[in-house]
Antibody, heavy 120, light 107 residues
Framework: EVQLVESGGDLVQPGGSLRLSCVFS????????MTWVRQAPGKGLEGVSF????????YYADSVRGRFTISRDSSKNTLYLQMSSLRAEDTAVYYC?????????????WGQGTLVTVSS | SYELTQPPSVSVSPGQTARITCSGD??????AYWYQQKSGQAPVLVLY???RRPSGIPERFSGSSSGTTATLTISGAQVEDEADYYC??????????FGGGTKLTVL
């Protein structure tokens, strides 16, 4: 059974940094692309970042490019999102999700999310 | 522009057919993907590549795409189908873009 568990969400001040983790099991990590998707309170979904199965290629939403970094560690079965220069508008539940085989841009397993609150 | 536009809400009675549209310049060059999100839960993939259903998704969920509009159809909607539905596609990168979401009410 595929499982993804996010952690690292917290209350952080504007301008601060945070690292989210997503630990997964039940599949061969390096075969699948991964993504981070966020959802602000009461709002819709926003694709934050995508990393290819190999980890070679990374992509970001315009709203986070230059501030967020996605990475993956196959030895630890873990996906990361390093967030810096956080803003109030980054407040959201952050989901990690597993892609289909290869680098296709759809996601068939999701974690339950971790809440990031940016506020002074 | 790679914006995806969905109606904010759709309402049907149980057993009726619900259709949720998603319009955008990404189509038909790019595929549409559809996710269901029930209150307080993570999204679930219900359709991929316009028309394909992942295993475990009921047959009443189907999809189509024509011109710049993709459509999710729920034939014989059930109370348990009540949820927010999001279409998704991509621009020049595989980072997913989402429509604004459609709240489906079945009552």
């Amino acid at each position: 059974e595929v499982q993804l568990v996010e952690s690292g969400g917290d209350l952080v001040q504007p301008g601060g940094s945070l690292r989210l983790s997503c630990v997964f099991s039940g599949f061969t990590f390096k075969t699948y692309a991964m993504t981070w998707v966020r959802q602000a309170p009461g709002k819709g979904l926003e694709g934050v970042s995508f990393i290819s199965a190999s980890g070679t290629n990374t992509y970001y939403a315009d709203s986070v490019r230059g501030r967020f970094t996605i990475s993956r560690d196959s030895s630890k079965n873990t996906l990361y999102l390093q967030m810096s220069s956080l803003r109030a508008e980054d407040t959201a539940v952050y989901y990690c999700a597993k892609g289909a085989l290869g680098d296709y841009p759809y996601f068939d397993s999701w974690g339950q999310g971790t809440l990031v609150t940016v506020s002074s | 522009s790679y914006e995806l536009t969905q109606p904010p809400s759709v309402s049907v009675s149980p057993g009726q057919t619900a259709r949720i549209t998603c319009s955008g310049d990404a189509f038909p060059k790019k595929y549409a993907y559809w996710y269901q999100q029930k209150s307080g839960q993570a999204p679930v993939l219900v359709l991929y590549e316009d028309t394909r259903r992942p295993s475990g998704i009921p047959e009443r969920f189907s999809g189509s795409s024509s011109g710049t509009t993709a459509t999710l159809t729920i034939s014989g909607a059930q109370v348990e189908d009540e949820a927010d539905y999001y279409c998704s596609s991509t621009d020049n990168t595989p980072n997913p873009r989402f429509g604004g979401g459609t709240k489906l009410t079945v009552l």
